[in-house]
């Protein structure tokens, strides 16, 4: 059997996005068809369609989903129909070298459903990472999917599926910040802001926000910053360090990707303290840095892919603390939309309106 379902595709590079009748088939082994419920605009879905992440158009856009399992194909365990759940775009495998040392959040070979989503007229469709989730029914992987408590609300559960736990997890995960640490987070986005709110949740004693954008600085006090910075007033590593006793923070995640912003990261840094790369950078930026300064301030410079997180563990978690009250994940919510609004929400996230428009469906 195949589903006709309004789906917002993109086209043609550069070009508006459409919303489209599509076709999605039925399961088949391993796989889950989802009903969903709510899917929030990240920055990746503009990448695509800007052709920044490759060339292969159409693609069925939207990937940060939550919603209800309709069906699922054979070998099928991990889910069932009715399970509410959380869409994730790294479903472990389970057996690759990663994996098998016990280290799955960095699995190298993650799954993807294998039938695809065609265009009425047969054209293949390419899911936004995997997934396709600005639709009303997508197929993904069962891997790709992770039940959650369904009290939950889907428009706030189902950011955790990227930009939310991409941030709270390259503070938390990568960046390992814990009561009493200290921590800068330079780019105040959805995913910076996402890190301090991880921070805050973590216990941290010092979190300082820093942004060239006065609203976002405002809002960051919201989730938990206690301190802010705006960079295009003052030297953000002057700033960082006199915030924290002359010595720079314990964790530095740089949520932008930018030469600047790393450099700016690397020296607001105590010694032998982290840096926490999550924003990602366009393929042509370099950074240059003295040798000895690396080797002279010891500590870790590293990247963090999803926020090294494990869906299975995390999300579970992280939709508790939000239920408890802890964890502000409706907070992030700036505004809900229809399908066919997605296009003006790009426009909304590129001037800095909001942190999340969420499709409702």
């Known amino acids: 059997m195949t589903h006709e379902v309004r789906a917002v595709v993109a086209r043609k590079k550069g070009a508006p996005v459409s919303v489209e009748t599509i076709l999605v088939p039925d399961p088949g082994p391993g796989e889950a068809l989802v009903q969903v419920q709510a899917c929030g605009v990240c920055h990746t879905d503009l990448h695509y369609r800007e052709g920044g992440i490759n060339d292969e158009f159409p693609f069925l856009l939207g990937h940060e989903a939550a919603g209800v399992v309709e069906a699922v194909g ?198 032998a303290g982290t840096v926490v790369l999550v924003g990602v950078p366009a393929p042509e930026r370099t950074i240059e840095l003295p040798l000895l300064d690396v080797f002279g301030r010891g500590g870790a410079l590293k990247s963090s892919w999803y926020g090294d997180c494990l869906p299975s563990r995390d999300f579970p978690a992280l939709i508790d603390l939000y239920l408890q009250g802890r964890f502000d994940l409706d907070g992030f919510v700036t ?13 909304k996230m590129h001037d800095g309106e909001v942190l999340r428009s969420v499709v409702v469906l």
């Open 335 to 347: 505004e809900k939309i229809a399908l066919d609004e997605v296009e003006a929400a790009f426009e």
């Open 74 to 271: 054979d070998g099928v365990t991990e889910v069932a129909p009715g399970d509410f759940v959380v869409l994730n775009w790294r479903a472990v495998c389970g057996s690759c070298r990663a994996c098998r040392r016990g280290r799955p959040w960095y699995c190298f070979a993650t799954h993807n459903a294998t039938q695809p989503m065609t265009l009425t007229d047969g054209t293949q469709l390419s899911p936004a990472l995997g997934i396709g989730a600005f639709a009303e029914k997508t197929l993904v992987a069962a891997g790709q999917c992770t039940k959650v408590q369904a009290t939950a609300s889907a428009a706030a559960a189902g950011l955790l599926g990227c930009g939310v736990m991409a941030g709270f997890g390259a503070a938390v995960n990568t960046g390992g910040v814990g009561r009493g640490d200290s921590i800068a987070v330079i780019g105040c986005g959805g995913v910076g802001m996402a890190a301090i709110a991880g921070a805050q949740v973590a216990g941290a004693s010092k979190i300082i926000a820093v942004d060239v954008d006065e609203r976002k600085l405002e809002w960051a006090g919201k989730f938990g910053a206690t301190d802010t910075v705006n960079s295009a007033k003052a030297d953000a590593v002057a700033a960082i360090r006199e915030l924290t006793g002359g010595f720079g923070a314990d964790v530095v995640v740089d949520a932008v990707g930018r030469p600047e912003t790393y450099e700016q990261a690397f020296y607001a840094r105590d010694l």
